[in-house]
């Protein structure tokens, strides 16, 4: 059974860098055929896609968040990280790691559990 | 890319049926065989319930169902038991940049 678990701070300060990875055990990220994820959801909002990695580095970025996002992997420890920097209180939000399978599209099978980040001074 | 559209709310009494609708365009739920739908229960994250319009996980009751004409897409819950009453989002592919696009989100009360 594939596990993800949300890590980092809950607090961040206007204009800085979020940073939050995502370990995932159960399953390894090298294995490949997985495009490993992040959205968030705002306060009581719906559902906003972020982007994701796949094993091998490659990623792709949600346009609207392009300029400020950067995920990362580190399959020596099965972890992927997200980075969105210059924050505002507008990215203050519950933060999920995710498993997806594509196939003509992302279908996020696994998710963690979620981590609130606000941002606030 | 704007959201796609679900009702704010539907609800109805154990043992009903209930349907839930997402209304895209032909650029994303209309032009591909790509919506799913995810539950979420308050304090939780969401889980997949139907992908590819009407595919089912293994594990999920076949109490949902889902279906698609033209640019709306459906979720159906039959036989509604109290443990549906949560949050229901649908997603598509969009061949806009943005690749996936969520729904609004629609809250099921179990009468």
């Known amino acids: 059974q594939v596990q993800l678990q949300e890590s980092g701070p809950g607090l961040v300060k206007p204009s800085q860098t979020l940073s939050l990875t995502c370990t995932v055990s159960g399953g390894s990220i090298s294995s490949g055929g997985y495009y490993w994820s992040w959205i968030r959801q705002h306060p009581g909002k719906g559902l906003e896609w972020i982007g994701y990695?796949?094993?091998?580095?490659?990623?792709y970025y949600n346009p609207s968040l392009k300029s400020r996002v950067t995920i990362s992997v580190d399959t020596s420890k099965n972890q992927f990280s997200l980075k969105l920097s210059s924050v505002t209180a507008a990215d203050t939000a519950v933060y999920y790691c995710a498993r997806a399978r594509y196939s003509g599209s992302l279908k996020f099978d696994y998710w963690g559990q979620g981590t609130l980040v606000t941002v606030s001074s | 890319q704007s959201a796609l559209t679900q009702p704010a709310s539907v609800s109805g009494s154990p043992g009903q049926s209930i349907t839930i609708s997402c209304t895209g365009t032909?650029?994303?739920?209309?032009?591909?065989?790509?919506v799913s739908w995810y539950q979420q229960h308050p304090g939780k994250a969401p889980k997949l319930m139907i992908y590819d319009v009407s595919n089912r996980p293994s594990g999920v009751s076949n109490r949902f169902s889902g279906s698609k004409s033209g640019n709306t897409a459906s979720l159906t819950i039959s036989g509604l038991q109290a443990e549906d009453e949560a949050d229901y989002y649908c997603s598509s592919y969009t061949s806009s940049s943005t690749l996936e696009v969520f729904g609004t989100g629609t809250k099921v009360t179990v009468l």
């Open positions: 032909s650029s994303d739920v209309g032009g591909y065989n790509y």
């Open positions: 990695i796949y094993y091998s580095g490659s990623t």
